[in-house]
């Protein structure tokens, strides 16, 4: 009697502390409910009866206090098996305001198992699925399945499959759901302000020479500019004077990021490989930015990708290699947006060391690649 006096009780408390936005009568449902018994209870299958007191405790949510009852008969015993339970079961709801409504449901309970050689009370847990189908506004066609697990007894479990069909009535008139308000009117615009003063025109870089006019957007502060916004180059080499290293460069010679003159072989020192391997590394690539500027500053110019090895192993691999190597580079300055077609790629193999190939160091400087101007 404790049990169901606190079943009862939490059922209460939960469903008046809700605030309501949805049908949340009170309803009981009775049923009629087929008992699919567990093989091992040694006992027959037989229809009983059901009936569950429920209140929606949310938007998707009913909690029931069911009862229910089977009087089965043993299969080897002339006496029966009386199955009583108690259990307190959540319902989760798909849609509540849709006419037909499936549902989930899972419970916990006690079960009373009584006759013969049994008197136990047993824990039980069950869960299933069902349906509503509204007949009225208070009358509801129910039908649900589900499956019951018990503790059993005699150091056994039972698993028994509920098949119920019966009707659910809702206590009261169906509430109906509240209006949403209207709109407030919206208020009236307000005058507008009056048209502020144009703003200076914008100098993004500070040079004096508003960004409208200005075609050279990222001068270095502080530089002396023309009246385009472009700082001054007094040799013509395309490097302004800031940074002109070189700045009495004749008129159409090939200049690297310095303004001084281009050589014909750019090495790139700090481009080195590992042995066996054509992959750059992040110091390779940091490396490669400084030849990337000088291809930059000349627009144009056609260059040969050359690519070399020491001479450990076989000369064809090491010259298949080293054009891998070639095109690593190539790839990387074509990525950095120097145009594929001024670019070509070779590969020398060990055909050109630089430095003595029978030490550690030397074959480390052999093992390169160099850029080669055609024009």
Known sequence: MRRITVAFTALGLIASSQAIAYDDRWYISPQVIYNATDSDRDADDEVGYGVALGKPIAERWNLELALRGHELDFD???????????????????????????????GLGVLNADGGPVDNEL?????????????????????????????????????DWLIGLGLSYAFGPKPQRAEAAPPPEPAPAPK????????????????????????????????????????????????????????????????????????????????RFANNSAELTDATRRALNNAVQDLEANPGIRVEVAGHTDSVGDAGYNRQLSERRARSVMEYLVSEGIPAENLYVRGYGESDPIADDSTP??????????????D
């Open 361 to 374: 160091e030397g074959r480390r400087q052999n093992r390169r690649v160099e850029l080669r101007v055609l």
């Open 123 to 159: 824990f039980s847990a069950n869960a299933g699925a069902g349906l509503f189908a509204d007949l009225t506004d208070n009358l509801a066609f129910r039908a649900d399945a589900r499956y019951r697990w018990d503790d059993g007894y005699d150091g056994e479990n039972f698993g």
């Open 76 to 106: 080897d015993v002339d006496d029966e098996l009386d199955l009583h339970e108690l259990s307190l079961d959540a319902l989760y709801l798909f849609d509540r305001d849709s006419q037909v409504r499936p549902f989930l449901a899972a």
């Open 192 to 271: 507008p302000a009056p048209t502020p003063a144009a703003p200076p025109p914008k100098d993004s870089d500070g040079d004096g020479v508003a960004d409208a006019r200005d075609q050279c957007a990222n001068s270095t502060p502080g530089a002396p500019v023309d009246a385009t916004g472009c700082e001054f180059d007094g040799d013509n080499d395309g490097i302004v004077d800031a940074r002109d290293q070189c700045p009495d460069t004749k008129r159409g010679t090939q200049v690297d990021r310095n303004g001084c003159d281009l050589p014909r072989i750019i090495e790139l020192p700090e481009v």
